[in-house]
């Protein structure tokens, strides 16, 4: 999102995985890498990530801050 809280920009990806136990422990104990592209203009932005887990429902999200020069 913007400075003004418009969308500068959005996308959404669907990741399905059937997890065994030891790659759960690995992800609970180090957490998951995602990279993707989102092409935006120079300017301060407010990147928000949702996950969820559709086998139980359960979301999680994330809000940072992004300058892009």
Same mark, same amino acid.
Request: proline content about 7%.
């Given at each position: /999102?913007r400075? +003004?809280?418009?969308? =500068?920009g959005q996308? =959404?990806?669907?990741? !399905? /995985? %059937?997890? !065994?136990p030891p =790659?759960? =422990?690995?992800?609970?104990?180090?957490?998951i890498?995602?990279? @993707?592209?989102?092409?935006? #203009? #120079?300017g301060k932005?407010?990147? &928000?990530?949702?996950? &969820? +887990?559709n @086998? @139980?429902? /359960?979301?999680?999200?994330l809000s940072?801050?992004?300058?892009? %020069?």
């Amino acid at each position: /999102r913007r400075q +003004d809280g418009s969308v =500068a920009g959005q996308f =959404a990806q669907h990741i !399905e /995985r %059937n997890l !065994e136990p030891p =790659a759960i =422990a690995s992800i609970q104990q180090g957490g998951i890498t995602y990279k @993707n592209v989102l092409n935006l #203009p #120079p300017g301060k932005y407010v990147v &928000r990530i949702v996950v &969820r +887990d559709n @086998n @139980n429902g /359960r979301m999680g999200s994330l809000s940072t801050p992004l300058t892009v %020069n």
